[in-house]
């Protein structure tokens, strides 16, 4: 009985502390929620912790339910971001696959190979990313105009993956650092090659690694506002975050739209997470290392 | 040596040249007059760095991205380590409680600028609704009317928006501590702390050093958090506020160019001390 | 291991190429301008079958078109074939002739029914074509006045006090009088508005502050602001608040004057489904000490930059915007008002114009801030006026601190 009290005490403070965490993490969220479905006019007068008189019209803008008020057809912004979503989507995921697996192999390179100026090149790329984005983007843009690459996916993905590779290849160094090399070389004598034993043995074990730099690649890339807003100038490759600032017209701010965007573009990204952290526990290792 | 030299390359020909070479051609021109506004753009050795130095707004706004730095890197790290020590430890529910801890880096950036402005809202703020329904201040607050207080406030958002990379990095490193480890120590008679100290620690020490250093170059970037919540304000204004004022609302590109030059080599320097630290005391023979 | 070199190599190259090529077609016209120059569909539609051109029509939001408009110009490319111009930019990108004179492109009538066309004006050249004449005008709640028992709209700083005090004791609203002090443009331009307000100017014609002195205009006005904010007829929390905040407040009937109000937001007051003080709203000439209700014109423009790729079409898309049907769409559907004071009083005539005849009389007093046009040095004074306009409000600084410190943001602004 008397055993039990400690524990107890030990469960009572874990709950507390996922309960802090929720409430740190949601509350905001929550209260752009909430914003989202109050009614223009009631957003200046008494706030409350519950939506007096909750409406869907500023996600009915959002989908396209085109309205009229005192005679002006209010136009449906749906178009525009369907378009800005998918945008976000694909370029976001498009960096988060070329990065993880320029890293993946690009950090087994410089853990497990040798190769003249091998340190000197690691930490200099890890070293730009402290660079702002304001320190390039002149001399970048040039440099994207005479390839031809302004507003084209392939341009914006790739200078995601210059931003963030940095990132992920400091991750996967370490992951790999931290592995021990006997695996490996069981499977050379075994007879594997390089590419194998990297692929088919590492790579598995390295999961959790690879799924963290995925997660935060694709994050990194779902927030991005200063690179697309001057390489996606139209809605060809324009993402929801250089869509958004938008809804502030001049005279009008359309707090509750925003809002109800904002809510719906953190959709995707936890879908993602909720799918890949899966990955990204120590279960799928254990087997692999017996 | 091949396969070296295919792994690599990817590597060496985006970095290099979407970085490094926009980067030269940014450090030479911060060594010339590069104003569109004039005709020819003269070279000026360290004239553009030199005026930084005596400007006095320039000044202050270092000033004030230290405080990020610090407010953020402490914040970031000791709440990012406590919710990746909380992930690791439960069971069952974590991909949600995962999925919940990144969600406020999902928010766009300008959704959850705006957000926080609601909640500092002087008059119909969820902030003040809240201190004073608890007693705790007796009238509404203009919270950034105080420059100590505006600037942990910025801080506190970019906190929000931040830590969920921390935890991301430093729970990954903590799925990679094989169990046994802890056991052992179990069995050496080591309680929750000394096992903390003596083998979480060092094992996560690479992590940590990740973690640590991004949160101070996200910091020292700090740039939407305060130019929504309290625009040009000379208490808020951040070092790459000034850069962007400089370069592209008065159109003195090198000059902006070099304070940014500065900011990057301020926010490398500061990483190398703690990247260092860490791998200096965790190292274990 | 050659051949996986290669291979890599081979597979980036294409794919680079094929997914760039698709970019300008033979008669393409790109055009970027702000969330309020979001042309409606039909409007687009319409040019592309009356000219024969595509017209791309690009939208970004406020503060980040300069940063695009500035990267792209000095990487030497044209940011699109016609872009915004603000006012306050002539000064820069006049200096660094970033835009082409256009006043062989456009009919001398039509400029000549656009009032604010000279503040367009670089070195002689006109490089805008206003497309949104925004000027200033005092807007106020008359309910709120009516409850107070005041008759009619103030037409003296002095009365505008008096009015405001007589609303706060009348319990009607805590904060009668609606200014922007946070440290963003907005309120440089209010303390700007009130200078010509209390009859005067900033700067003589060689660009010497006339603000320090404390009977000067420049010093009373941000006097004004300040003692109102500490007489508690301004909102505290008005430190923190932009323009578009403080239209927010009017609103919802928090604010009695939006007091450097924009004539254009005329429409969106009045509007039952925006507004909560729809039925309430009046507009009158700004206050005035000297008799002259005079005002600040703040128009946007739209001009072509040198590096345009297709600046014919570029030109007969500013014509085509300036046409009074073309005029009257913007104004009904984004609430910019007409240019040409031929279609503003069209637009009066037909009556949709809230207040349309006090609109028009302001319309006819419309000063731009500078005789001689924007400075370059403007952003820096701007930024540097907002900032400390922010720390005197914030009871950092005095008023007598202040106006200095602002009078050498100017000296350092010009000297730069």
């Known amino acids: 009985m008397l055993r039990l009290v400690p524990s107890l005490l030990s469960r009572l403070g874990l709950l507390l502390a996922v309960a802090l965490l929720i409430v740190w993490s949601l509350g905001p969220v929550y209260w752009s929620f909430v914003t989202s479905i109050t009614p223009p006019l009631d957003l200046f007068g008494d706030t409350s912790f519950w939506p007096k008189h909750p409406t869907l019209q500023h996600y009915a803008k959002l989908f396209g339910a085109t309205s009229l008020s005192q005679g002006n057809a209010v136009q449906s912004v749906w178009p525009q971001f369907s378009a800005a979503l998918v945008n976000s989507i694909v370029t976001a995921a498009g960096a988060t696959l070329v990065t993880v697996v320029v890293a993946a192999a690009g950090a087994y390179a410089f853990v497990r190979m040798k190769f003249p100026g091998r340190d000197i090149c690691f930490y200099l790329v890890v070293a730009t990313l402290a660079i702002p984005a304001y320190t390039v983007m002149i001399p970048l843009y040039r440099l994207m105009i005479s390839l031809r690459l302004i507003d084209t996916y392939v341009g914006i993905v790739l200078i995601y993956v210059s931003a963030f590779l940095p990132l992920a290849l400091w991750l996967m160094r370490s992951v790999y650092q931290a592995m021990p090399i006997s695996l490996e070389e069981a499977a050379w004598l075994d007879g594997a090659g390089r590419v194998y034993t990297l692929v088919f043995i590492v790579l598995p074990l390295a999961a959790p690694g690879l799924i963290a730099s995925a997660i935060l690649t694709f994050l990194n890339a779902w927030g991005q506002f200063m690179v697309p807003l001057v390489f996606s100038p139209t809605l060809a490759t324009k993402p929801l975050t250089v869509l958004l600032p938008e809804f502030v017209t001049r005279n009008y701010v359309d707090y509750g739209l925003m809002n109800a965007a904002g809510i719906f573009a953190i959709v995707p990204p936890v879908l993602i997470v909720l799918f890949l952290n899966r990955y990204l526990v120590s279960g799928l290792m254990a087997g692999a290392t017996k | 040596m091949a396969l070296a030299a295919v792994f690599v390359l990817p590597i060496l020909v985006i970095m290099g040249g979407l970085v490094f070479y926009p980067l030269a051609v940014s450090t030479v021109d911060s060594f010339y007059r590069v104003d569109p506004m004039r005709p020819d753009t003269p070279f000026v050795g360290f004239a553009n760095y030199a005026r930084l130095v005596t400007d006095s707004t320039v000044q202050a706004s270092w000033f004030n991205t230290l405080a990020y730095v610090v407010f953020a890197v402490v914040l970031e790290t000791l709440g990012g380590l406590g919710a990746a020590l909380l992930l690791d430890r439960i069971r069952h529910g974590r991909r949600w409680l995962l999925a919940i801890t990144v969600l406020p880096w999902c928010l766009p950036p300008v959704v959850n600028a705006i957000v926080w402005m609601w909640i500092f809202n002087p008059s119909y703020g969820l902030l003040n609704k809240v201190l004073l329904g608890l007693g705790l201040i007796a009238q509404n607050k203009v919270w950034f009317?105080?420059?100590?207080?505006?600037?942990?406030?910025?801080?506190?958002?970019?906190?929000?928006?931040?830590?969920?990379?921390?935890?991301?990095?430093?729970?990954?490193?903590?799925?990679?501590?094989?169990?046994?480890?802890?056991?052992?120590?179990?069995?050496?008679?080591?309680?929750?702390?000394?096992?903390?100290?003596?083998?979480?620690?060092?094992?996560?020490?690479?992590?940590?050093?990740?973690?640590?250093?991004?949160?101070?170059v996200f910091a020292f970037n700090l740039f939407d958090e305060a130019w929504i919540l309290a625009g040009s304000s000379i208490d808020t204004r951040s070092v790459i506020i000034q850069v962007y004022l400089t370069a592209f609302q008065s159109m003195r590109l090198s000059s902006g160019m070099a304070l940014s030059i500065l900011a990057m080599i301020g926010s490398l320097a500061v990483s190398l001390v703690y990247v260092l630290k860490v791998y200096r005391e965790t190292r274990y023979d | 291991m050659k051949r996986r070199l290669f291979l890599a190599a081979a597979m980036v190259m294409p794919l680079a190429l094929s997914l760039s090529g698709a970019a300008q077609a033979a008669d393409n016209l790109s055009v970027l301008l702000p969330p309020w120059?979001?042309?409606?569909?039909?409007?687009?539609?319409?040019?592309?079958?009356?000219?024969?051109?595509?017209?791309?029509?690009?939208?970004?939001?406020?503060?980040?078109?300069?940063?695009?408009?500035?990267?792209?110009?000095?990487?030497?490319?044209?940011?699109?074939?016609?872009?915004?111009?603000?006012?306050?930019?002539?000064?820069?990108?006049?200096?660094?002739?970033?835009?082409?004179?256009?006043?062989?492109?456009?009919?001398p009538k039509i400029i000549a029914d656009i009032p604010t066309a000279s503040i367009f004006q670089y070195d002689g050249h006109l490089i805008g074509v206003t497309y949104s004449n925004d000027f200033r005008v005092l807007i106020y709640n008359k309910a709120h006045l009516a409850k107070a028992n005041v008759a009619a709209a103030p037409k003296t700083p002095d009365e505008l006090i008096a009015t405001a005090k007589a609303v706060k004791a009348a319990k009607i609203a805590e904060f009668p009088i609606g200014l922007p002090l946070s440290a963003t443009e907005g309120t440089s331009t209010a303390w700007y508005l009130l200078t010509k307000v209390f009859g005067g100017d900033l700067f003589d014609k060689d660009f010497k502050p006339l603000f320090i002195d404390p009977n000067s205009p420049g010093y009373k006005a941000l006097n004004f602001e300040i003692t109102a904010l500490k007489d508690g007829l301004i909102d505290p929390a008005a430190t923190g608040l932009k323009d578009v905040d403080v239209q927010e407040l009017f609103k919802a009937g928090k604010i009695t004057f939006d007091v450097a109000g924009w004539a254009g937001n005329m429409a969106l007051y009045s509007d039952a489904s925006?507004?909560?003080?729809?039925?309430?709203?009046?507009?009158?000439?700004?206050?005035?000490?000297?008799?002259?209700?005079?005002?600040?014109?703040?128009?946007?423009?739209?001009?072509?930059?040198?590096?345009?790729?297709?600046?014919?079409?570029?030109?007969?898309?500013?014509?085509?915007?300036?046409?009074?049907?073309?005029?009257?769409?913007?104004?009904?559907?984004?609430g910019d008002m007409p240019a040409r004071l031929s279609v503003l009083k069209q637009l009066n005539d037909s009556g949709k114009l809230k207040d349309g005849n006090v609109l028009l009389a302001q319309a006819a007093l419309v000063e731009p801030l500078f005789t001689q046009g924007a400075p370059s040095w403007y952003p820096d004074f701007s930024t540097a006026v907002a900032t400390i306009i922010n720390q005197a409000a914030k009871d950092q600084i005095s008023v007598d601190k202040a106006v200095t410190a602002i009078a050498k943001a100017a000296a350092d602004a010009q000297a730069n």
Do not use: C
């Open chain 2, 145 to 216: 009317n105080d420059q100590a207080t505006a600037l942990f406030l910025v801080s506190l958002v970019h906190v929000w928006r931040m830590m969920p990379l921390t935890a991301v990095i430093l729970l990954a490193a903590l799925q990679s501590i094989p169990g046994e480890l802890y056991e052992a120590a179990k069995l050496d008679g080591a309680g929750p702390v000394k096992s903390f100290r003596l083998v979480t620690l060092p094992l996560i020490a690479g992590g940590l050093a990740i973690a640590l250093s991004q949160s101070t």
């Open chain 3, 274 to 334: 925006k507004s909560q003080v729809a039925n309430d709203v009046a507009a009158a000439l700004m206050p005035s000490t000297i008799g002259k209700a005079r005002t600040l014109g703040l128009p946007e423009a739209v001009g072509i930059p040198v590096k345009a790729a297709n600046p014919k079409a570029a030109a007969a898309f500013i014509a085509w915007l300036l046409k009074p049907e073309n005029e009257i769409v913007l104004y009904d559907q984004l």
């Open chain 3, 37 to 107: 120059g979001t042309l409606p569909k039909d409007m687009t539609d319409k040019f592309a079958a009356e000219r024969g051109v595509a017209l791309d029509a690009q939208t970004l939001g406020w503060d980040d078109i300069l940063t695009k408009i500035v990267t792209s110009s000095v990487a030497g490319t044209a940011p699109a074939d016609a872009t915004e111009l603000d006012w306050s930019w002539i000064g820069r990108f006049g200096a660094a002739k970033w835009y082409v004179p256009l006043e062989d492109k456009i009919d």
